[in-house]
Nanobody, 122 residues
Framework: QVELVESGGGPVQAGGSLRLSCSST????????MGWFRQAPGKERELVAA????????RYSDSVKARVIGSRENAKNQAYLEMSKIEPEGAAVYYC???????????????WGRGTQVAVSA
C-alpha cells in the first residue's frame, strides 16, 4: 500500500513563497510519476505540476507555471513544489498524487495524499 504524506502548507501572504513536500512510503520505482494537485473551495481539483520520475519531464498547469517549480529527490522518495509570488487564487488544499504518468496527468491515478492547506492573506 502506497502512502503519501504532504507537508509545508500553512498561511502565507500574497506575493510570498512556500515549499511543499510529499513523502512516499514506497520506493521511487514503484510508480513512474508524482504530482501536485489543488482544490480551492467551490472548485474542481486541478493539476498543478506532474513529475515524470523516469524521463524528468515536468508538466505544469498554464495558470501557475510561471510561479511554481516541481522537483523530486529519488533517494528520499520525495517530491516538492516550490511556489513563489503566490496569488490569493492560490489558496487551496494541495494534494500529492502518484501513479502512472498517463493517469496522473488526468487526475485518475491510484494514490493520493490527504492534502495540506495553503491559506493566502492579502
Amino acid at each position: 500500500q502506497v502512502e503519501l504524506v504532504e507537508s509545508g502548507g500553512g498561511p502565507v501572504q500574497a506575493g510570498g513563497s512556500l515549499r511543499l513536500s510529499c513523502s512516499s512510503t514506497s520506493p521511487s520505482f514503484y510508480f513512474d510519476a508524482m504530482g501536485w494537485f489543488r482544490q480551492a473551495p467551490g472548485k474542481e481539483r486541478e493539476l498543478v505540476a506532474a513529475i515524470n520520475w523516469k524521463s524528468d519531464l515536468i508538466r505544469y498547469s498554464d495558470s501557475v507555471k510561471a510561479r511554481v517549480i516541481g522537483s523530486r529527490e529519488n533517494a528520499k522518495n520525495q517530491a516538492y513544489l516550490e511556489m513563489s509570488k503566490i496569488e490569493p487564487e492560490g489558496a487551496a488544499v494541495y494534494y500529492c498524487g502518484a501513479g502512472t504518468w498517463d493517469l496522473l496527468i488526468t487526475g485518475t491515478h491510484d494514490y493520493w495524499g490527504r492534502g495540506t492547506q495553503v491559506a493566502v492573506s492579502a
